[in-house]
Structure formats: structure tokens, C-alpha cells
């Protein structure tokens, strides 16, 4: 079982949809959880960071945490084109600074 | 403010050769990691830097991968021999000092390619 699993995609939204984009992972003791957004052939850049059960909003984007099930999301509302990545799921333990990651979701946004 | 640099973008080499990847950090930042993603798999981390010490590599595939970050400032990774399954894209990151912001800034990566 791989330590952080992410919808496999690609996946295609219209403009102006809600994109949903999951992420499960395997350790209990992970503390922290990112988003990352990478555009091809740049660099990762983080959208969001999460620590707490519950909803993190930065305008068009949500994480949502449950740490119970082990289960991170990313929620974009009124996609853009623009928004069309590949979207990286993070966590960290605790002890440590290693950041364990998913394999990414490709989304596409079209108009 | 200058993000994370890396140098070269793109190296091609032969089985067998010597590559010396660079990177700098943003300026101030003690932490630095490296991470590296192979065809089809995921980001995986190699190791991390704090300041010129090494705080856990256990990441680091084999004995043919040599880091090093002298002064505490830019960074090294040398892979000698390369080998095929070395090829991938190396990505550095950083962050600021240990127990400051966890938040890492990555560069855009060096896609090295053995052949």
C-alpha cells in the first residue's frame, strides 16, 4: 500500500465547474498536509496547507481534513482553464521534515 | 525575492559518467531537501539539510549519490556512476529555520537523463 494515494485521474472539469480532488494516506502519525500545484516542467508551488480536522477556504480553494479516515481534499470552485495542473498531495509526520507525496492528479479545465 | 534555483534545467550523459547537480536556496533559509520523481512514480525525498549538516538521509538510494552543502548555503548532488534508473527529475527544496514555518518552497528541478 502506498503511504499517500490520490484519485488516479486525469480529470476533466467544465469552466466554471467544482473540481474535487482526494487524497487518502496511511500513517496516523502524518501532522501536516499540502497542496501543491505544478504546472508542466515547473516548479511545485504550494495552494494550500492544512493541520486541523475540518474545512482550511483561500478563496476559490478548500482543503478539507479528516484525519479520522485519513482523508484530505482539495475542492476548486468556478475552475478556470488556468487551474489545469497536476495537483500534489503532501503530508508530514510530526518528527521529521520529509514530505511524503502522492503521484498527482492531472486536472484539465476546458473551456 | 529570488525562489529556489537550480542548475542545469536538463543534463544528458552517458551510463557511467559523473553529473554534479546545483541548488540554491532562497536566501535564509537553513532547511534544504532534495527529492527526486522517476518516470511514472512520485516525488520521493532524498535528503535534508539543516545549515551544512546533514539532519536525515535516508533517503538517499545508494552510495553513488554524494550531497553536500558547504557554508550552509547552495547545495551538491553528485551522482557518480550514473546509472540508468538514475534518471528523473531532481527537485530541491527549502524552508526557513527549524521550527519556523514548515512550508517548503521547491524549484523547478533538473531532469537528468542517462543513457
Known amino acids: 500500500q502506498k503511504e499517500v494515494e490520490q484519485n488516479s485521474g486525469p480529470l476533466s472539469v467544465p469552466e466554471g465547474a467544482i473540481a474535487s480532488l482526494n487524497c487518502t494516506y496511511s500513517d496516523r502519525v502524518s501532522q501536516s498536509f499540502f497542496w501543491y500545484r505544478q504546472y508542466s516542467g515547473k516548479s511545485p508551488e504550494l495552494i494550500m496547507s492544512?493541520?486541523?480536522?475540518g474545512d482550511k477556504e483561500d478563496g476559490r480553494f478548500t482543503a478539507q481534513l479528516n484525519k479520522a479516515s485519513q482523508y484530505v481534499s482539495l475542492l476548486i470552485r468556478d475552475s478556470q482553464p488556468s487551474d489545469s495542473a497536476t495537483y500534489l498531495c503532501?503530508?508530514?509526520?510530526?518528527?521529521?521534515?520529509?514530505?511524503?507525496f502522492g503521484e498527482g492528479t492531472q486536472l484539465t479545465v476546458n473551456p | 525575492e529570488a525562489g529556489v534555483t537550480q542548475f542545469p534545467s536538463h543534463s544528458v550523459i552517458e551510463k557511467g559518467q559523473t553529473v554534479t547537480l546545483r541548488c540554491d536556496p532562497i536566501s535564509g533559509h537553513d532547511n534544504l531537501y532534495w527529492y527526486r520523481r522517476v518516470m511514472g512514480k512520485e516525488i520521493k525525498f532524498l535528503l535534508h539539510?539543516?545549515?551544512?549538516?546533514?539532519?536525515?538521509e535516508s533517503g538517499m538510494p545508494n552510495n553513488r549519490f554524494l550531497a553536500e552543502r558547504t557554508g550552509g548555503t547552495y547545495s551538491t548532488l553528485k551522482v557518480q556512476p550514473a546509472e540508468l534508473e538514475d534518471s528523473g527529475v531532481y527537485f530541491c527544496?527549502?524552508?526557513?529555520?527549524?521550527?519556523?514555518?514548515?512550508?517548503?518552497?521547491f524549484g523547478p528541478g533538473t531532469r537528468l537523463t542517462v543513457l
Open positions: 492544512i493541520y486541523s480536522n
Open positions: 503532501a503530508v508530514k509526520r510530526k518528527s521529521g521534515s520529509r514530505l511524503t
Open positions: 527544496a527549502s524552508s526557513p529555520r527549524p521550527g519556523g514555518s514548515d512550508t517548503q518552497y
Open positions: 539539510f539543516v545549515k551544512e549538516s546533514k539532519q536525515d
